[in-house]
């Protein structure tokens, strides 16, 4: 993510810093984690569609994230 996030600010002066808006507007880039979970015992998260606190946005799709970033 950092790279990412480095790659967006080109250009882009101030603006381009605070990156977390525009990851949640490209939800489209990222791969949704429906199943699974982290607990431990009965303390944890489980997956589920949408953000949630076990996976956030789910896995970036490098390529498809960077094209959303440079628009």
């Known amino acids: 993510m950092g790279r990412a996030d480095r790659r967006s600010q080109r250009g882009r002066g101030e603006a ?3 990156i977390h808006p525009r990851l949640y507007a ?3 880039a990222f791969h949704n984690i429906v ?3 982290n607990k431990v015992g009965s303390v944890g998260y489980r997956a589920a569609t949408g ?3 076990f996976t956030g946005l789910g896995t970036p799709d490098g390529t498809k994230l960077l094209t ?3 628009q």
Request: net charge positive; aromatic share 14%.
């Open 51 to 53: 953000w949630n606190a």
């Open 26 to 28: 490209a939800a489209a």
């Open 68 to 70: 959303l970033l440079r």
């Open 16 to 18: 381009g810093r605070f």
């Open 35 to 37: 199943t699974g979970t």
